[in-house]
């Protein structure tokens, strides 16, 4: 082991208050192994912290005491996680699901559905209810699209059943991509044109009498800024509001929790960040409001 960018000399290095183990002038297998025992004796047997060996590829480690990053080589133990570290010495790998709940959720005795549907942080793809509503979703959507091809009359028996609720005389045209399609909610005599992807891991509400161009995306999902708990699958999601006659041009990308105000038109090809007051035009990436709707219009 050496420091970053020194010679080959080997170094003997602690790690943490109370350490009794180093690594010393071993090789290969035995020098990984030593590092882990090491880590494992300064913060305790359960698992080894985040940031503390991060595996930049095969062969090299880079292990960090501090402000100082030493580097570890030639081990020949491959692809060696965080998530790998534990009393078992390597042979137990955690799922990401069972990491958040012993470091993120430890007094949070809430599913990961119900965590999701509250808002609140969770580790998409372990809850077997969302797994099932999903691949419902996924089936109705194919269903929906196959039988408006196929001219049945009855198509719209599938969309009925694919969201959580649609007004009268409002129209998707398939197809269509979602999360769940549960959490979509329309209005009455709103259009919306083909290709929609609507991620509703929360509520997706359209109002009544809008006019959805295609390509259009309406997405809730949010992941973490911080790179630890984004590598760690955290995921949240924030609802999406579009009031009554609202016009989105094609292909308008609106991001998590932004409210568009009744009457408003968002230009084609934009991507809203933010809300979007009442009564306005408002085009852009970022989307900004351009003007507001008067007389003249």
């Not at 602690?14 to 035995?30: I, K, Q, T, Y």
């Not at 080589?73 to 996680?81: H, I, K, L």
């Not at 942080?121 to 509503?133: H, K, M, N, Q, V």
Request: hydrophobic share 35%; charged share 25%.
């Amino acid at each position: 082991m050496e420091t970053d960018g020194s010679s080959d000399e080997s170094e003997t290095v602690g790690f943490g208050d109370g350490a009794d183990h180093a690594c010393r002038d071993a090789g290969d297998d035995d020098l990984f192994g030593a590092l882990l025992i090491a880590a494992m004796s300064a913060f305790g047997p359960a698992k080894v912290p985040h940031g503390l060996v991060s595996v930049v590829r095969r062969g090299v480690a880079f292990v960090n005491r501090g402000c100082t990053r030493y580097r570890v080589r030639s081990y020949t133990m491959s692809d060696v996680t965080i998530n790998d570290a534990g009393a078992s010495g390597g042979q137990h790998r955690q799922t990401p699901a069972e990491y958040a709940e012993e470091h993120y959720f430890q007094n949070d005795s809430r599913t990961n559905r119900e965590r999701m549907l509250a808002g609140d942080f969770y580790i998409g793809g372990d809850d077997p209810d969302s797994a099932r509503i999903s691949q419902q979703g996924y089936a109705l959507c194919d269903e929906y699209y196959r039988a408006t091809v196929g001219a049945d009359p009855d198509a719209g028996r599938f969309l009925k059943r694919l969201v959580g609720s649609i007004g009268e005389d409002s129209y998707v045209k398939p197809p269509l991509f979602v999360d769940y399609g549960e959490n979509i909610h329309i209005g009455r005599r709103t259009f919306v044109n083909m290709n929609l992807t609507a991620l509703d891991v929360v509520d997706i509400t359209i109002g009544d009498d809008c006019q959805i161009g295609p390509n259009v995306q309406l997405l809730t999902p949010v992941h973490p800024i911080d790179p630890v708990p984004r590598r760690d699958k955290l995921e949240a999601a924030k609802p999406i509001v579009i009031g009554d006659n609202v016009w989105l041009g094609g292909g308008v990308i609106v991001c998590p929790g932004v409210t568009i105000g009744s009457n408003s038109v968002v230009g084609a090809g934009s991507v809203v960040t933010r809300d979007i007051p009442a009564n306005v035009v408002a085009v852009g990436n970022p989307c900004r409001v351009l003007r507001p709707i008067d007389d003249r219009d």
